[in-house]
């Protein structure tokens, strides 16, 4: 395993780091006593970097509190002067694009390339959001009674609650946040507690774009907390949708206990995403989408490819070449420029790692690479891994589990009939994808017996999506779309206006009252 950066940095000089960018960003680094109820790590040396102090209940109150009141002024704000703050965040998230990046590579460990992708995932969706704030479009239809106009008009929802998750810890909120706030919406937001700072900074700059736009402070709301904290936001009947991203688990807790008080939830849960490669696949191009969506981001996107289900002709040719660039692949120091995977986010992670590549091997799997802990010594709270292939025997029970660690489990088929029942026999339903020149093939995949997934891909890997499209999958995933297309319509409420112009009252369906 390469090793691009044999010296880690140490936790002090990171602290310093992370002080500095948030700084920068016009936020106070949460500095402070050395006690606190949450405290906030860096996966890069495993150190702790600061306490933070936990919502309380009463603190949570105040914010849903502070929200829904800002929202009975913002909801009749036109929408395109909404879209003003929204474009005004676009440009601050810009011009401290480098900070914000820093801060996703400190907290989440992401290398800095992926931390700027990031970033740059919350700058386009501010683009896209700025365009819809004057294309919240309604639909007018034909009334079956003269003198009579029928339409549906959005307005805006109220108090949107969004849980995000530490593997992209700004990219998801942004998604919810600059698309809710063009709808009229106001935000409270609760990061994860491995994720606070960005956070805090990006809480920082949109204040800002507020003042800077004249638009209210109180549209958005940051609580830095705990489980209690999300359970609180998730019962609470001021919050009109939680929009929650995180673990299968998460997700079947909340969605019963948002639907008991009928609010409305959006869901962006787990993953367990199938790459089909097909006898006629490039494979040049099959080994880079492959490697970058199994081993990226240390495989820990809701995205990540986990299941490769490879034609038999070509699968030991195949698994041979994704063994020799796992081989290659810089494993360390996510700053460091050479670094392709950085760390876990924790030891959680990596227990969870080791649990299931021993499963695998019990069920009959061959580990055919990696697993092995990795610079241990010189940061013992760190968890550096080398990400694994096992070749399966069959889709066992582990297989069909979501692990958040770089494992690629490989599956083999005969027919393509095959591949596409083993592809579809898990119970998550998020990202897809075909490696295949047959466009035959490419194109059952995409049919609607082919794949069962929010998103499927052909030619590229599973992870990378980009916002244009609507983001979310099927099944466990949770049935929630985020991000592009006309995911926006769940953020505002839809009226039905029928308006008569005459000077009758025919009934509708023909009627016949006094
Ligand atoms: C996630 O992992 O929760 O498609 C989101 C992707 C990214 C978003 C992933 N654009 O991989």
Redesign the pocket.
């Known amino acids: 395993m390469t090793d691009p950066h044999p010296t880690l940095p140490d936790t002090d000089s990171l602290r310093v780091l992370a002080a500095q960018r948030l700084n920068r960003c016009g936020a106070q680094p949460p500095i402070g006593g050395d006690s606190g109820d949450l405290v906030c790590r860096t996966p890069i040396t495993g150190g702790r970097m600061f306490f933070l102090p936990c919502a309380g209940a009463e603190q949570v109150e105040a914010a849903v509190s502070a929200a829904h009141a800002t929202f009975t002024g913002w909801r009749t704000t036109p929408a395109p002067q909404r879209g003003r703050l929204v474009k005004r965040l676009g440009e601050l998230l810009t011009e401290y694009r480098e900070d914000l990046a820093d801060l996703v590579t400190l907290e989440a460990g992401k290398i800095r390339s992926e931390a700027l ?2 970033v740059q ?1 919350m700058i386009d969706i501010c683009d896209l959001a700025v365009g819809l704030s004057r294309q919240l479009y309604g639909r007018t239809m034909p009334s079956e009674r003269p003198g009579h106009r029928l339409a549906e008009y959005w307005h805006p929802l109220g108090v949107v609650a969004v849980v995000s ?1 530490f ?2 810890p700004v ?2 909120w942004a998604w919810n946040t600059a698309v809710a706030l063009v709808c009229g919406d106001t935000v409270v937001w609760k990061p994860s507690e491995l994720t606070p700072l960005t956070a805090v900074a990006c809480d920082a700059l949109l204040a800002r774009a507020a003042a800077d736009t004249g638009a209210p402070s109180g549209v958005h709301q940051l609580v830095l907390g705990d489980r209690a904290t999300g359970e609180q936001l998730v019962d609470d009947a001021r919050v009109a949708l939680v929009s929650a ?1 995180g673990s299968v688990r998460m997700g079947r807790e909340v969605a019963p206990r948002v639907a008991a008080r009928f609010g409305r939830c959006l869901l ?1 849960l787990g ?1 367990n995403n199938g790459a089909v490669v097909a006898p006629s696949a490039d494979l040049d191009l099959a080994v880079r989408g492959i490697v970058f ?1 199994a081993a990226g ?1 240390a495989g ?5 490819l986990r299941r490769l289900i490879v034609h038999e002709d070509i699968a030991d040719r195949l698994v041979d070449r994704i063994v020799r660039a796992y081989h290659r692949l810089p494993v360390g120091d996510p700053f460091a420029a050479a670094t392709l995977v950085g760390p876990l986010i924790n030891a959680r992670a990596h227990e969870a790692m080791a649990k299931a590549l021993d499963r695998a091997q019990a069920d009959g799997g061959k580990l055919l690479t990696g697993g092995e802990p990795l610079l241990r010594d010189q940061a013992p709270q760190a968890r550096y891994v080398a990400p694994a292939v096992v070749r399966m025997p069959a889709q066992t029970a582990i297989v069909r589990t979501e692990t958040f660690a770089p494992i690629l489990y490989v599956l083999t088929y005969r027919t393509f009939e095959e591949a596409i029942a083993l592809h579809n026999d898990v119970p998550q339903g998020l ?1 897809s994808s075909i490696f295949t020149s047959d466009q035959r093939e490419a194109e059952r995949f995409l049919a609607a017996d082919g794949s069962d997934c929010g ?1 499927a891909n052909v030619n590229i890997g ?6 244009g499209g609507a ?1 979310g999958g099927e099944k466990a995933t949770g049935g929630g779309r985020e ?1 592009g297309s006309d995911a926006w319509r769940v953020y505002m409420r839809r009226a039905t206006h029928t308006v008569n112009y005459s000077a009758e009252l025919p009934l509708a369906q023909g009627v016949d009252f006094l």
Do not use: D, K, L, P
Request: overall charge negative; hydrophobic content about 30%; aromatic content about 8%.
């Open positions: 992708g990031e995932e998750a593997n992209f990219a998801v991203t962006e993953g969506s981001t820990q996107r809701c995205t990540t990202s998103i599973t992870s990378g999506a980009e916002i983001f991000s």
